[in-house]
T-cell receptor, first 111, second 110 residues
Framework: KAGVTQTPRYLIKTRGQQVTLSCSPI?????VSWYQQTPGQGLQFLFE???????NKGNFPGRFSGRQFSNSRSEMNVSTLELGDSALYLC??????????FGPGTRLTVT | GQNIDQPTEMTATEGAIVQINCTYQ??????LFWYQQHAGEAPTFLSY????GLEEKGRFSSFLSRSKGYSYLLLKELQMKDSASYLC???????????FGGGTRLMVKP
């Protein structure tokens, strides 16, 4: 069974731009969660989607948004990028009640 | 809210045993997870505890005491490849959201 895939793996953007990251969950997994990981703050929860609905949201500004499609694939968008948004963005999928399986992440650098 | 604490760094010797502690204060609890993360890679699942007691899985064991808000991950017969960050995470009551601790960076020396 294929694992969680994320695209792109690496991205460099300029302050003020926007970015869209993509995540394809493991087949059969309907829950997709997004996390931001930085050296200073560790792994922080962004949001979770289940059946195309946002089920939970972390403490991030409205510049961070996401969506989920009918095939469970998910995207997250960050608008008006700031230097502090430079991070590893991880996507994780799971079946209800099970542990989360993480993708390899997208490393975003904002210059 | 959730507050999860674990040591920032630990060092141990190859072949030895190391215990990584995690304490938590949460408004809801529906299980505690341990993940391993090698530098530059994604976290991988190690263990899950929802009831008090010890869960053993090969060289790795995890313990939970819900009344004390305490868990530990025990690594036996340490190998160099065990050098990684170990993340403790608590799942909320609804069973949907994971809150992670800052991670413990373990360095295994020869």
């Amino acid at each position: 069974k294929a694992g969680v895939t994320q695209t792109p793996r690496y991205l460099i953007k300029t302050r003020g731009q926007q970015v869209t990251l993509s995540c394809s969950p493991i087949s059969g997994h309907r829950s997709v969660s997004w996390y931001q990981q930085t050296p200073g703050q560790g792994l922080q929860f962004l949001f979770e989607y289940f059946s195309e609905t946002q089920r939970n949201k972390g403490n991030f500004p409205g510049r961070f948004s996401g969506r989920q499609f009918s095939n469970s694939r998910s995207e997250m968008n960050v608008s008006t990028l700031e230097l502090g948004d430079s991070a590893l963005y991880l996507c994780a999928s799971r079946r209800t009640g099970d542990e989360q399986y993480f993708g390899p992440g997208t490393r975003l650098t904002v210059t | 809210g959730q507050n999860i604490d674990q040591p920032t760094e630990m060092t141990a010797t190859e072949g030895a045993i190391v215990q990584i502690n995690c304490t938590y204060q949460t408004s809801g609890f529906n299980g505690l997870f341990w993940y391993q993360q090698h530098a530059g890679e994604a976290p991988t699942f190690l263990s899950y505890n929802v009831l008090d007691g010890l869960e053993e899985k090969g060289r790795f064991s995890s313990f939970l005491s819900r009344s004390k808000g305490y868990s530990y991950l025990l690594l036996k017969e340490l190998q160099m490849k065990d050098s990684a960050s170990y993340l403790c995470a608590v799942r909320d009551n609804a069973g949907n959201m994971l809150t992670f601790g800052g991670g413990t960076r373990l360095m295994v020396k020869p």
